[in-house]
């Protein structure tokens, strides 16, 4: 699918693991900590992958973590500081600060958002009037991913269809800081960070990220992207695998109670149907995660893709309460995903 498309290209310099229990496949067979290494080095090398930082979860623990391979074209070993540009998990993250905004009854996920905030950017469309928060979260607005031009359009009947947006995000982030008088990143600090924990995640460019964040890969070897000086809810999240796994985890554990935050979450909003789609799959948004429907129970995953081979995914089996988050820096996303994928399932 669109926007899962995430690099890897890696020579194996640093090797820094932590094993806290047994790691099984999703078919319930053990799989060893030698085992996960040399499928880590394997694709490291036939996918070119020149870093990785990824975390498994099992049962509320991380059994498995490892970050591995370079952070520039000097060779510098990556490290467990070591972090990584998120790109669209972003999105899960600030959807989830929605949401309890939306639970404080601070805003509705089905006013129209201009009753809150009049957008000045696609004034000329009247059509944006119909746009809500849910269709925000659910990628139903009608907008483009990213304008062209730098000008907004409306592409179909806001509430009609899925399509990809970053854009209806970053409006919803200029509603949200209009009804509170706060800045966003302050609020995703309040409502995910500090309730998770999670001290390695920024959503702009410091001296901390400056110093601690793996280049990428670009057509003239490693390099990263212009800074995030401006916090942007759809993609500039700075962090690595084992903070971003404090989300994922809270998502499980919030994933059998009714009335929390994942469960408004998790409620499939619209099924997509997409032409680069395997025909088989049955994937539907929700809000902030894609659910999907699978042999092992139902999957909530998002992954994300910035500039210069930036790759990350998340994803969690409900039932099995097995997760697994990595960040790559490389450039064959999509085969390390399903290779991945396939061990995860069978060890193989």
């Given at each position: 699918m669109k926007n899962f498309k995430i690099c890897l290209l890696l020579v194996c310099v640093c090797n820094i693991q932590t094993l806290f229990a047994q790691v099984k496949t999703l078919k319930g067979e053990n799989l060893s900590a030698a085992a996960i290494d040399e499928f880590i080095a394997n694709q490291m090398d036939s996918l070119q992958i020149e870093a990785i930082s990824i975390a498994i979860i099992r049962n509320?623990?991380?059994?498995?973590?490892?970050a591995t391979g370079t952070k520039n074209a000097a060779k510098v070993p990556i490290d467990d500081k070591t972090i990584f540009e998120a790109a669209s998990m972003t999105k899960p993250v600030f959807s989830y600060?929605?949401?309890n905004l939306v639970s404080e009854n601070i805003l509705s996920l089905d006013t129209p958002l201009y009753k809150y905030y009049p957008y000045p950017d696609i004034a000329y469309d009247d059509r944006?009037?119909?746009?809500?928060?849910?269709?925000?979260?659910d990628h139903t607005t009608g907008f483009p991913n990213k304008r062209e031009n730098n000008k907004l359009t409306i592409n179909f009947t806001p509430g009609t269809k899925f399509d990809y947006s970053g854009e209806g995000y970053e409006y919803l982030s200029q509603v949200i800081e209009h009804l509170t008088g706060k800045k966003i990143d302050a609020l995703m600090q309040k409502y995910a960070f500090d309730k998770m924990s999670m001290k390695n995640a920024y959503l702009t460019y410091n001296d901390y990220v400056a110093g601690h964040l793996a280049d990428g890969i670009s057509d003239n070897g490693r390099a990263r992207n212009k800074p995030y000086m401006q916090p942007h809810v759809a993609y500039s999240l700075y962090t690595e695998s084992r903070e971003y796994a404090k989300f994922v985890m809270k998502l499980i554990n919030e994933s059998d109670s009714q009335k929390s935050i994942f469960q408004m979450m998790s409620v499939p909003?619209?099924?997509?149907?997409?032409?680069?789609?395997?025909?088989?799959?049955?994937?539907?948004m929700g809000l902030g995660v894609f659910v999907q429907n699978t042999p092992y129970g139902l999957k909530y995953f998002h992954g994300g893709s910035n500039g210069n081979c930036y790759n990350s995914l998340f994803g969690f089996w409900k039932d099995l309460k097995m997760g697994t988050v990595y960040f790559i820096a490389g450039c064959k996303q999509g085969e390390f995903a399903r290779r991945f994928d396939e061990f995860i399932t069978t060890g193989k």
């Amino acid at each position: 699918m669109k926007n899962f498309k995430i690099c890897l290209l890696l020579v194996c310099v640093c090797n820094i693991q932590t094993l806290f229990a047994q790691v099984k496949t999703l078919k319930g067979e053990n799989l060893s900590a030698a085992a996960i290494d040399e499928f880590i080095a394997n694709q490291m090398d036939s996918l070119q992958i020149e870093a990785i930082s990824i975390a498994i979860i099992r049962n509320n623990k991380i059994v498995y973590y490892k970050a591995t391979g370079t952070k520039n074209a000097a060779k510098v070993p990556i490290d467990d500081k070591t972090i990584f540009e998120a790109a669209s998990m972003t999105k899960p993250v600030f959807s989830y600060t929605v949401l309890n905004l939306v639970s404080e009854n601070i805003l509705s996920l089905d006013t129209p958002l201009y009753k809150y905030y009049p957008y000045p950017d696609i004034a000329y469309d009247d059509r944006y009037k119909l746009i809500t928060a849910r269709m925000v979260l659910d990628h139903t607005t009608g907008f483009p991913n990213k304008r062209e031009n730098n000008k907004l359009t409306i592409n179909f009947t806001p509430g009609t269809k899925f399509d990809y947006s970053g854009e209806g995000y970053e409006y919803l982030s200029q509603v949200i800081e209009h009804l509170t008088g706060k800045k966003i990143d302050a609020l995703m600090q309040k409502y995910a960070f500090d309730k998770m924990s999670m001290k390695n995640a920024y959503l702009t460019y410091n001296d901390y990220v400056a110093g601690h964040l793996a280049d990428g890969i670009s057509d003239n070897g490693r390099a990263r992207n212009k800074p995030y000086m401006q916090p942007h809810v759809a993609y500039s999240l700075y962090t690595e695998s084992r903070e971003y796994a404090k989300f994922v985890m809270k998502l499980i554990n919030e994933s059998d109670s009714q009335k929390s935050i994942f469960q408004m979450m998790s409620v499939p909003q619209v099924e997509i149907h997409e032409a680069d789609m395997d025909p088989k799959l049955r994937i539907s948004m929700g809000l902030g995660v894609f659910v999907q429907n699978t042999p092992y129970g139902l999957k909530y995953f998002h992954g994300g893709s910035n500039g210069n081979c930036y790759n990350s995914l998340f994803g969690f089996w409900k039932d099995l309460k097995m997760g697994t988050v990595y960040f790559i820096a490389g450039c064959k996303q999509g085969e390390f995903a399903r290779r991945f994928d396939e061990f995860i399932t069978t060890g193989k």
